[in-house]
């Protein structure tokens, strides 16, 4: 006999976004632990997120979760989004649910949204863990009013923030304090470390970057939380002030086919062809630990929602030096081994040019702080949670053969 509890995690839908790869690392990590048997419902099939339809077979999560043979399977809606509205469920859709929830002993909501689904009196009653990944509540439309049912329905078990600052912003919105439990965000350390200086003059080169180059990435989606616009005036001050600087931009919706970023360009650079020529737009990038490598500077210029950003995570472990606008948890997260700024471009771009000129002094700081950014810890304390909240909803851990 093996005890093996069955978790079934609802999605929104699947897109490049820094949630939904981490949560996907999670629950790959429980499944081939072999102490959960993982599943996942995306509701929809395919999302229109920073101007690109993104399908859900061709995202690279639902790969990762389907190469470790978890069950990855959706409701049938097609697309869905942002700007997409909100229809009632239909009841071949809640049917599909239904069926597969039933198959599960504990449901992990990625985010939530998809509440609204696990809400309907016709779900059936497992225990709920919320996954929380952003620190405005209240930006989330409905979302946190379909939470806050949940929780005095008594659906909800626990809910996990990925920082101190999504548990505050939640407790101040009016979830429970007992629910909400703090687990920091981590990387997979064998991907994510740097690259001997040959590897890395190669990279660059790959890029269309030259190997001496001061090189600041933003690594990020299209979403006005993120601040694009400040981003370009701090890069645009940058590269007018170091000849050799080089800005790499990669993510959904940073690239040529959004009309509105090569619009900012044309506004930002207008007069400045020479340091627009020195801006590079990747795209999403299924290989951001070879981006991070080759990058001195990862940068963030967020105005709101943020809460543990992965990208300053991830471009540490490789090297880069940190440096955020201070939103979330980012001052904890770079505290040591990179740099806070104000929201100003004249500050932001100086503080780039202060991180590549002590880079090496940052690098000491930044290989000690791995362990603390290990995806293991992160995985391991998923695990431990999910078995305490079925415990905690006075549920045994089933038997099975």
């Not at 009632?88 to 509440?115: G, R």
């Not at 909800?156 to 429970?176: D, F, K, L, N």
């Not at 505290?335 to 000491?364: C, K, M, N, Q």
Request: glycine share 8%.
């Amino acid at each position: 006999m093996t005890s093996q509890l069955r978790v079934m995690s609802i999605y929104e839908g699947f897109f490049s976004g820094g949630a939904r790869a981490l949560h996907s690392t999670v629950v790959a990590g429980l499944h081939t632990g072999g102490s959960h048997q993982h599943s996942v419902l995306s509701i929809y099939g395919a999302m229109r997120r920073e101007t690109i339809l993104q399908r859900m077979e061709e995202d690279a999560s639902y790969r990762s979760l389907s190469a470790v043979g978890i069950q990855v399977t959706s409701l049938g809606r097609r697309i869905g989004g942002d700007t997409a509205p909100r229809k009632a469920f239909s009841a071949a859709e809640v049917a599909t649910a239904v069926h597969h929830a039933e198959h599960a002993d504990i449901i992990m909501s990625l985010k939530e949204q998809p509440l609204r689904l696990v809400n309907r009196p016709d779900f059936p009653r497992k225990p709920v863990i919320v996954c929380l990944h952003r620190s405005d509540p209240e930006n989330q439309g409905s979302a946190l009013d379909e939470f806050k049912t949940a929780v005095a329905d008594g659906r909800v078990a626990a809910a996990i923030c990925c920082a101190e600052s999504t548990r505050a912003a939640y407790q101040a919105a009016g979830i429970p304090g007992g629910l909400l439990r703090v687990v920091p965000n981590g990387v997979d350390l064998t991907r994510f470390q740097p690259v001997p200086a040959r590897r890395r003059a190669t990279l660059r080169r790959s890029l269309g970057v030259p190997p001496k180059a001061d090189v600041v990435t933003l690594a990020a989606r299209y979403d006005p939380m993120k601040n694009v616009p400040l981003f370009l005036r701090a890069a645009r001050r940058f590269l007018e002030r170091d000849p050799s600087g080089h800005v790499l931009m990669c993510g959904a919706g940073m690239s040529t086919a959004n009309v509105e970023l090569c619009g900012l360009l044309n506004d930002v650079f207008a007069d400045e062809p020479r340091s627009l020529a020195r801006l590079h737009l990747l795209g999403i990038r299924r290989d951001m630990e070879t981006v991070y490598a080759a990058s001195d500077v990862v940068a963030l210029t967020s105005a709101s929602g943020e809460a543990a950003p992965l990208c300053l995570i991830e471009g540490a472990m490789c090297g880069a030096v940190p440096v955020s606008t201070d939103v979330g948890d980012t001052a904890i997260i770079v505290a040591g081994h990179g740099l806070i700024t104000p929201p100003d471009p004249d500050a932001i771009s100086a503080a780039w040019s202060e991180a590549v000129a002590r880079r090496a002094e940052f690098t000491p700081s930044l290989l000690g702080s791995r362990e603390r950014f290990s995806h293991t810890r992160m995985i391991a304390s998923y695990a431990s949670l999910i078995d305490h909240a079925y415990r905690d909803m006075g549920l045994r851990v089933p038997q099975r053969l």
